[in-house]
């Protein structure tokens, strides 16, 4: 049955550029509204490193376009590199609506000379990618030497709050431990996954020759935890600022937070798990985390 509905996928995708497991990252409700979160601190470091020029820019795992087709419409030169040809044909859709001129290319992210030169880039967007890849380090340095001298790198990490919390959620208390005494390998849902705290990121960064110049939260979900069996003081310390952030907030947006998505982002819609019934104070207090799922990185290249 699965070799079937894969066939028939396929067919789908080929004949009639059509996939409903699909999401259209552009399109969908909550992903674009991440986007804009993400946007909302990459458009304000560019303005002030390179002010109104126009600029080239990567966007590294661009799915279907939701960073690449807004930094078009700006007037930016964008280059998108996916290794799904269906969410690439979709990004041509969604650019050639706008009639917008935009270079696309399937591939993986480590394969990027093939298409960009070394210190060809003025800046390099990367999101939601680095964390499933083993080679992030090797990845992040490749990415760094794209960029010119001065350029900027704006890429997400996973922060290790988020699999400490996927972890109690579930009620795997040594899981959520073993989450901060390591910083990649078997995520809580046993794929692979690599998460850093920000001084982590600052060396990693500093590795790749790049400054850190902001390491900011984004796209929140709630997450409603039992601490009572926690005996780890690390585990509550580290989620003593989401629960924080969840007394302050009457509603927060919440999502499945489980973890296996593929490189072209095949996922069920996730807007609708977004949005929550409000919870009252006391009750949000006492269990409702707000959790941030990414760290984003603005970097600039020394």
Request: with cysteine; net charge positive; proline share 7%.
């Amino acid at each position: 049955m699965a070799t079937l509905n894969a066939l028939i996928r396929k067919t789908l995708r080929a004949a009639f550029n059509y996939d409903p497991s699909f999401c259209d990252m552009y399109e969908d409700a909550h992903a674009s509204s991440a986007a804009e979160e993400y946007l909302s601190h990459i458009r304000p470091a560019i303005r002030e490193q390179f002010g109104d020029r126009t600029l080239t820019i990567l966007d590294a795992g661009c799915q279907a376009g939701r960073l690449l087709i807004p930094l078009a419409q700006e007037g930016h030169r964008l280059i998108g590199v996916d290794t799904s040809a269906f969410a690439l044909r979709r990004t041509q859709q969604h650019a050639n609506t706008r009639r917008l001129a935009v270079r696309l290319h399937r591939g993986n992210i480590a394969n990027l000379r093939r298409w960009v030169a070394p210190g060809s880039l003025d800046v390099a967007i990367c999101t939601e990618v680095l964390y499933l890849c083993r080679d992030h380090r090797d990845l992040l340095r490749l990415l760094a030497e794209s960029v010119k001298p001065g350029g900027l790198l704006g890429l997400s990490h996973r922060p290790p709050v988020f699999y400490v919390g996927v972890a109690l959620r579930r009620g795997e208390v040594d899981a959520a431990s073993s989450v901060i005494r390591r910083s990649e390998g078997p995520s809580p849902d046993g794929a692979y996954h690599n998460w850093q705290t920000p001084q982590q990121l600052d060396a990693l960064y500093r590795e790749a020759g790049l400054r850190v110049l902001s390491c900011v939260p984004v796209d929140h979900t709630a997450m409603s935890l039992d601490l009572s069996a926690v005996r780890d003081p690390d585990v509550t310390q580290l989620l003593a600022p989401a629960r924080s952030a969840a007394r302050g907030t009457s509603s927060v947006g919440s999502s499945s937070a489980t973890d296996t998505p593929s490189p072209e982002r095949t996922l069920p819609a996730r807007s609708p798990a977004r949005t929550v019934p409000a919870r009252s104070p006391a009750h949000q207090g006492d269990s409702t985390y707000r959790i941030p799922q990414y760290f984003l990185v603005i970097a600039q290249n020394r």
